[in-house]
């Protein structure tokens, strides 16, 4: 069993920032990739940004230069930095993991931060 916690949401108005953590916990030997996706109401799920167990990283374009992804292997958790955010960042966050258990991949999702920007 592998738990994803969020934390870190909230309301901010534009320009703000915002720092979102997942911690991984549970029955796992390692984590793959992690990353961020987002679901506004009414709108698909989307990849906002991801990263390699090495480090390599992969952003959305609308966020890009504004979000940066980050993770401590150590603690299994994964970070994500927002700023200069806008009210069309407005959504709920979720937090995403591949993680090797028993020597197969599975992936879990967090449940959810909700991220809200004012204008």
């Known amino acids: 069993q592998v738990q994803l916690v969020e934390s870190g949401g909230g309301l901010v108005q534009a320009g703000g920032s915002l720092r979102l953590s997942c911690a991984a916990s549970?029955?796992?030997?390692?984590?793959?990739?992690m990353g961020w996706y987002r679901q506004a109401p009414g709108k698909q799920r989307e990849l906002v940004a991801a990263i390699t167990s090495g480090g390599s990283t992969n952003y959305a374009d609308s966020v890009k230069g504004r979000f940066t992804i980050s993770r401590d292997n150590a603690k299994n958790t994964v970070y994500l930095q927002m700023n200069s955010l806008k009210p069309e960042d407005t959504a709920v966050y979720y937090c995403n993991a591949v993680v090797v258990v028993g020597g197969y991949e599975y992936d879990y999702w967090g449940q959810g931060t909700q991220v809200t920007v004012s204008s």
């Open positions: 549970g029955s796992i030997f390692s984590i793959n990739a």
